[in-house]
């Protein structure tokens, strides 16, 4: 039996070359069939495109393949697998730092220069087949938010087919569940804001989440916003968080928490009243879109519908306070109380006199609710209804207290119970 031609392909021989740290290994084989895989001892898995596994390492083992656009979308190809070469499989990949492969003594496989473009730091399309395939625009968003510290751009001949893949429509035909799963890599990555930006600048954000596009030249106050427009505005807030956490929730929650500002009426700008009542609708509709899952669409719901709360604590009174500590629903839960409060923090980062931050006053305020309990009023003879209204008085007077301690102590000067222009 002849020597199994494998190569190892695709993100292993890219991230090698980078000095990047690898996990799995991807291999294609040439020259052999179905039959004379399971031959040599390797498990057939999958369906329509076989896939197997070795016997001893348990990698997967792919045959060189065409394919063929036979139909829309990203599930409309039709795969060839028979007397395949190497370099017609690595064609039809979408970019060429995806198009190497090597030999298992080292030799390097590039027909499209891919190498080149590593050095270049540029992501280029392989060939003109990258348009039979819309879930590739939101790839290259992608790998440019993976690859942006590192100074990667997207070719400018790259650029132009993925608008002209949005003009065209190609977007339409992806699946909900596919987008969000490009959205959440996207979050996970070095830089999620430049995946946004990149989606902006082919023009995709305006199809997948025309609420983020619609931010765009959103005018604010200046004295609250220098940085710009709420666009500019939600990026920056975006970056903070995502240096402050890997967490990609508390990532998507930093990216929707003005998402409601896009509806703002022009005749009312630079203010944004009622941006967080309206967001917290917008929210919803794109969670049903994208079918968000709940982990992410919890904390973001919180963030965007009492980040402004969060701002006018220093302003509230201590009912509102304790208002809203039960609208965070702390009680119980530590995680996601603590999580709201970076993002919220985030949000203030880089305002002139905001410096302080809020959170270490809401959790104190939030230990002294959680010493009150339903035990002394039931000792009282309290029931029903009437225990409820006692706790919350009790735990009224407890930060009237809090109020007294803290803020004598720090640089946030209280006001009177009045909240400014709201922005």
Known sequence: ????????????????????????????????????MQARGFKQVGGGFPVFLHPVTH??????????????????FACETRQVT???????????INAMAMQEDGTLVDPFGGREDLQARLLRHVSPAFAEDPLRVLRVCRFHARFACQGFTIAPATLNLMQEMVHNGDLAHLTPERVWLEVEKALNTASPATFFQSMLAC?????????????????????YHPEGDAWSHTLEVLNRVTVLTNLAPLRF?????????????AECLPHHHGHEERGVLLLQEVATRLRIPNNYLKLALLVTAHHGRYRHVPHMRPSSIVKLLTN????????????????????????????VERGPFLQRCLERCREV??????????SGAAIGEAITRQRIRLVSQVVKEFFSTTAIKVLPHKCPDHC
């Open 59 to 76: 990698e997967e083992y792919a045959l060189a393949r065409q394919e063929r656009k036979i139909g829309v979308g990203h599930r409309g």
């Open 203 to 223: 023009g995709a954000l305006s199809v997948v989440l025309p609420e983020l596009a619609n931010l765009v030249g959103k005018s604010q106050p200046a004295r």
């Open 328 to 355: 965070l629903s702390p009680w119980q839960e530590d995680s996601l109380f603590n999580q709201f409060l970076l993002v919220c923090q985030a949000d203030l980062a880089g305002r002139e006199g905001e410096e």
């Open 253 to 265: 929650a930093a990216l929707m928490h003005d998402i409601g500002k896009s509806t703002t009426p």
């Open 1 to 36: 039996m002849n020597a199994l031609q494998a190569y190892q392909v695709g993100g292993w021989v890219r991230d090698t070359l980078l000095g990047l740290p690898v996990k799995d290994r991807d291999w294609v084989v040439v020259g052999e069939t179905p039959a004379s």
């Open 86 to 96: 190497l370099e017609e499989d690595l064609s039809r990949r979408d970019l060429t």
């Open 373 to 382: 309990t339903a035990q002394p009023f039931l000792q009282q003879g309290l």
